[in-house]
């Protein structure tokens, strides 16, 4: 059973840019959520998505934007990069959408921004 | 808020030793505890976890871990350390949304060095 994938592993991106993540979860998994790691801030959660819809959204500003298909893969983009937006992305999916579910992370996707 | 806080940022044992990582959590309700452990240039990988019932739940690689109430604790421990259990070890706490939902916050995370 393949794992999470997330596409792809490493970017480098200028500020002011836009920049597209991808996450495929595991095969039957419908919820995705997404985090974002850095060393000052750790791991914070960014949304999470559940059958095409977010259902809960972190605190992060109106730049951090994401969506799922019905195939639930699932984007995130990021508009006018900044460089504290240098970070590891990881996404996580899990058969549904309660804390009783396992969730299961990508490798994740390192984004530099310069 | 909850929040969760991992007091030793860094811990360096001895192969063949025992390993205590410390995990403390603020959350009204009852929580929903995690462990996960991440090797570099990885993502995260789930080593136990604790929802309700015995209070002292195994995982996986050997780990166990304690939920206590009264202390607000739920320690990682493990009684032999190996030389690839080296990582950093995040503990979690899951908040269940009202309508259902995911979403882990986690403590700052403890670097564990293994020395041979």
């Known amino acids: 059973k393949a794992g999470v994938t997330q596409t792809p592993r490493y970017l480098i991106k200028t500020r002011g840019q836009q920049v597209t993540l991808s996450c495929s979860p595991i095969s039957g998994h419908r919820s995705v959520s997404w985090y974002q790691q850095t060393p000052g801030q750790g791991l914070q959660f960014l949304f999470e998505y559940f059958s095409e819809t977010q259902r809960n959204k972190g605190n992060f500003p109106g730049r951090f934007s994401g969506r799922q298909f019905s195939n639930s893969r699932s984007e995130m983009n990021v508009s006018t990069l900044e460089l504290g937006d240098s970070a590891l992305y990881l996404c996580?999916?899990?058969?549904?959408?309660?804390?009783?579910?396992?969730?299961?992370f990508g490798q994740g996707t390192r984004l530099t921004v310069v | 808020a909850q929040s969760v806080t991992q007091p030793d940022i860094h811990i360096t044992v001895s192969e063949g030793a025992s390993l205590e990582l410390r995990c403390n959590y603020s959350?009204?309700?009852?929580?929903?505890l995690f462990w996960y452990v991440q090797s570099p240039g990885q993502g995260l990988q789930l080593l136990l976890k604790?929802?309700?019932?015995?209070?002292l739940v195994q995982g996986i690689k050997g780990f166990e871990a304690e939920f206590k109430r009264s202390q607000s604790s739920f320690n990682l421990r493990k009684p032999s350390v190996h030389w690839s259990d080296a990582a950093e070890y995040f503990c979690a706490v899951g908040e269940g949304v009202t309508g259902g939902g995911n979403k882990l916050t986690f403590g700052t995370g403890t670097q564990l060095k293994v020395e041979l």
């Open positions: 959350y009204g309700a009852t929580p929903y």
């Open positions: 604790y929802f309700s019932g015995d209070t």
């Open positions: 996580a999916s899990s058969w549904g959408h309660s804390m009783n579910t396992e969730a299961f």
